[in-house]
């Protein structure tokens, strides 16, 4: 649970409410952290009065991830991107929130999903009906989306920035956009953005930076929604740039034994092996065996870097692997962040788990503000409409199918800071490089000696 505030806090109570809800619905238009404290800066000589102590009501939000089970470093980084955001959002004033012109504290509730639709469900749905939490942020497997989507769709729930990026997902909203309309899709789909390997692949074979024997792709997949979709998405990528991909292969979330299927891929002589996995185990393991087995081609590794030790369970491993499953510290504020993360951690941030979830902590507060209310049609216009410059990307839900998006919801894709981004990096020594687009790109992509 998240702390009551200080003496110093519960000062902004003695704040006219509806001037502060101006302020901050300015604040929503401006887009900027810590509006609030340039706009008030007699706030800053109130603090120095030391109120008296004030209880404020408290409201509970509800944040998903795999707490336990196979992907539980995640959920660690999942924690510890949205405490981070709820400090940051306390500093920065947004933090008493305001609920129908009243402040309110906010606590959390971790709905914890093991990483398996029905854990989730359960959880969910003792938060919602018994812990009464009035609406749900974040969280990572799109199984779990997919169960979640019916579940809150019954209990009138909205959600906020859920990570599950399968392409199903935005189909099920197609289908029925009324029924999921409080669903707010976190992670584009893969036909949008995770699967598209193929034009910078196709561009580094032109330049002449990769030279593989042949056009044969192998693609593994973790056994879910997730995997299934971005295994289709990719294959049609490596397809449309002259790759022959083979049909992909699935493994289970907590497989750890991958030599049969890895020996299969070195008899048929593939060139290009591709692989993502949510669980932590699973895809370091299949990263240390790929190497292992002396696997004569390049490596995709989607998901690698979304455990934040990758590095030191992967080892040498992990040089010359390939992955477009992240965002990069590209702009100075980024940079800052990561340190600011590090600096209170003690370890470098998963971006997609701590990062994403820090930046849609902040955009549900700021939603909130702007709402001025949990009314779920007030809430859910507001977020339609709503445009939010975070720490990572550029985060605004398509009202329609388009070229940004699968379905209505979607949060849409877009270059770097206009929309949802991933840039491709190649892995050294635990170190992640840009090498695509070129305009970002830290170094030229780096053939590994044994093709």
């Not at 938060?127 to 749900?136: D, E, G, P, S, W």
């Not at 909205?158 to 599950?164: A, C, Q, S, T, V």
């Not at 990769?210 to 995997?227: K, T």
């Not at 870097?305 to 369970?313: E, I, L």
Request: with cysteine.
């Amino acid at each position: 649970m998240v702390q009551k505030h200080s003496r110093k806090r519960n000062v902004q109570v003695h704040l006219n409410q509806l001037s502060r809800r101006r302020i901050l619905r300015t604040a929503s238009l401006i887009g900027t952290a810590g509006t609030i404290s340039l706009l008030v800066p007699g706030l800053l000589h109130a603090r120095d009065s030391d109120p008296p102590e004030i209880t404020l009501p408290s409201i509970k939000i509800g944040a998903c991830g795999p707490f336990s089970g196979p992907a539980k470093h995640t959920g660690d980084a999942i924690k510890q991107g949205i405490l981070m955001a709820l400090e940051d959002a306390r500093t920065a004033g947004e933090v008493p929130i305001t609920i129908d012109g009243t402040l309110h504290d906010i606590d959390i509730v971790w709905v914890d999903s093991r990483s398996a639709p029905a854990s989730a469900v359960n959880a969910a749905t003792d938060a919602i009906t018994r812990q009464n939490v009035k609406l749900m942020i974040g969280g990572w497997h799109s199984s779990v989306a997919l169960a979640l989507m019916e579940t809150e769709a019954d209990l009138n729930t909205i959600h906020i920035g859920h990570l599950g990026a399968s392409q199903y997902i935005a189909a099920k909203i197609n289908d029925d956009p009324q029924r999921y309309r409080g669903w707010f899709k976190g992670w584009p789909s893969p036909p949008k953005l995770a699967g598209l390997y193929g034009a910078p692949l196709k561009y580094m074979r032109k330049q002449g930076l990769w030279q593989p024997a042949n056009n044969r792709a192998a693609i593994l997949v973790e056994d879910s929604a997730f995997g299934r979709g971005w295994g289709e998405a990719l294959m049609t990528s490596l397809s449309e740039a002259g790759f022959d991909p083979l049909p992909y292969d699935v493994a289970a979330l907590d497989e750890t034994e991958f030599r049969p299927l890895l020996n299969k891929y070195k008899s048929e002589q593939v060139s290009l092996v591709a692989m993502t996995s949510t669980g932590d185990v699973a895809v370091s393991n299949f990263v240390r065996q790929f190497k292992e087995l002396g696997i004569k081609a390049l490596l995709i590794g989607h998901g690698l870097r979304w455990s934040s030790n990758w590095y030191a369970v992967t080892g040498d491993a992990s040089n010359f692997v390939i992955a477009m499953d992240s965002a990069m510290p590209i702009a100075l504020w980024q940079r800052w962040w990561v340190r600011r993360f590090k600096a209170k951690y003690g370890e470098d941030p998963s971006i997609p788990a701590a990062g994403f979830h820090y930046d849609y902590t902040r955009m549900a507060i700021r939603a909130l503000n702007t709402a001025n209310t949990f009314d779920f049609n007030t809430l859910t216009a507001t977020l339609s409409q709503l445009s939010y410059k975070g720490v990572w990307n550029y985060y605004q839900f398509s009202t329609e199918p388009g070229a940004h998006a699968l379905s209505a919801n979607e949060v849409m894709t877009g270059h770097f800071m206009k929309g949802f981004y991933l840039p491709m990096v190649q892995l050294f020594d635990g170190q992640a490089k840009i090498i695509w687009p070129i305009k970002y790109a830290e170094q030229r992509f780096r053939q590994p000696p044994w093709i």
